[in-house]
């Protein structure tokens, strides 16, 4: 079984400083990393994914994300946020051969001017 | 191509009544799933399709729930006998391929259910 913890429910930070939000999860297999972002009252959009390859992956809006396989993380970065990052974060796995994402409980990142 | 289109995008329904509701995915992305959504909380995983076929259904998927997706386009979601517990967020993702092949999953707004 796999599961996501997400481990800060709210980040507040104010604009221009650095963010990690943190992502831990739990698999006896290798698994493909998701990080989703909800915008109020939108659906999930993909940030990033990491398959395979590359630690390090980078995504839209400036985030990036470093697969780290021994301490089973895969946080989320940005060097600096802006007022328009304010919104909920999501960190999702999925396992080969399983069709389905489990998600973590989000993170809501705050940017505060 | 206008994105993963959920419809309606808000419901509020009687407990008892029954309720539908409707996704279209991106055209030509052969998968597509189901997920709740409530307050608070990641979305969890529903039910999936690759074409028309239902491969795969949650142990969340209760026997009130069913899904659909003739044609293998559109996709519906009917839930019988409504609950309050019922009352979610309902996503609708789809997707051309697996992500192992690098596919990702796109998600629509969402259907908010609420069960008065």
């Known amino acids: 079984a796999q599961s996501v913890t997400q481990l800060d429910s709210q980040v507040p930070v104010f604009e221009e400083a650095p963010v990690e939000l943190r992502c831990n999860y739990s698999?006896?297999?290798?698994?493909?990393l998701f990080w989703y972002v909800q915008y109020p009252n939108q659906g999930l959009q993909l940030l990033l994914k990491?398959?395979?390859?590359?630690?390090l992956v980078k995504g839209i809006n400036g985030f990036e994300a470093e697969f780290n396989k021994s301490q089973t993380s895969f946080h989320l970065r940005k060097p600096s946020v802006h007022i328009s990052d304010t919104a909920e974060y999501f960190c999702?796995?999925?396992?080969?051969?399983?069709?389905?994402?489990?998600f973590g409980s989000g993170t809501r990142l705050q940017v505060q001017p | 191509d206008t994105g993963v289109s959920q419809d309606p995008r808000h419901k509020i329904t009687k407990r008892g009544q029954n309720v539908t509701f409707r996704c279209d995915p991106i055209?030509?992305?052969?998968?597509l799933y189901w997920y709740r959504q409530t307050l608070g909380q990641g979305p969890e995983f529903l039910t999936y399709?690759?074409?028309?076929?239902?491969?795969?259904k949650s142990r969340l998927l209760s026997d009130r729930f069913s899904a659909e997706r003739p044609k293998g386009s559109f996709s519906t979601l009917e839930i019988q006998r409504t609950e309050q517990g019922d009352s979610a967020m309902y996503l609708c993702?789809?997707?051309?391929?697996?992500?192992?092949?690098?596919?990702?999953?796109?998600f629509g707004q969402g259907t908010r259910l609420t069960v008065v």
């Open positions: 993702a789809s997707s051309l391929g697996a992500e192992s092949q690098g596919a990702g999953a796109f």
């Open positions: 698999s006896s297999v290798s698994v493909y």
């Open positions: 990491y398959l395979s390859g590359s630690t």
């Open positions: 999702a796995v999925r396992g080969p051969g399983r069709r389905a994402l489990t």
């Open positions: 055209s030509e992305h052969n998968r």
């Open positions: 399709f690759q074409n028309e076929a239902q491969l795969e």
